[in-house]
């Protein structure tokens, strides 16, 4: 694949060098929804992170085994279908964000190893709503991502957040999350994957 950005289907797929994103929709997020309702029993630990005016909250494997086990199957048939060399293993970590009224994120990426060449970490968002551009605003909480070309140019991509939409990436890509005046949730997935051979296509 050596196009930056290919259309594949009603998906989209960045690739650079060993860096990677997708972005999808995930049919089943509204079964995720309620996770947000632990907000009033879990610490809120943004001070800690890049999150500013909202509050994230750790998820617990426990949390919620039955959609784990759907998200899993849905993301492995996801890379099976479009034939992309990735095998899914387990959950590294997982959080829910909800952000306050110009509540932001800074750029930061998830993953500081070194190349591996058998594989990484891949860092999942699931957006829970629609947050529209605004007169004066056309990146109303957006989620930026920039992936880095050996000369040094900045491949810069803007993500609208969309109910329903899953943005999968190589957990070295950095993103951030611009200011937003409506109100947008998320949950964070971090997963750890292999690289695997993928067959050719018989004629």
Known sequence: ???????????????????????????????????????????????????????????????????????????QSKFDDLRLPFQIECVLASWCIDYNINGFQTAHRHSYEALNPHGGEISCVINFDDVPEVEGNEVNGNLFTFMPAPNGYQHYEEHPSVRGQCIMMHGEVWHGVYPTLNQRRCIVIDVKYKHREIPNESN
Do not use: A, C
């Open 1 to 75: 694949m050596s196009d930056y950005k290919q259309q594949l289907g009603d998906d989209t797929f960045y690739t650079l060098n060993h860096l990677w994103m997708l972005v999808s929709q995930y049919p089943k997020f509204e079964e995720m929804e309620h996770l947000f309702k632990l907000k009033q029993s879990k610490i809120d630990q943004s001070r800690y992170t890049y999150t500013n005016s909202g509050t994230q909250f750790p998820l617990d494997q426990d949390d919620w085994i039955p959609q784990q086990q759907d998200f899993f199957t849905w993301m």
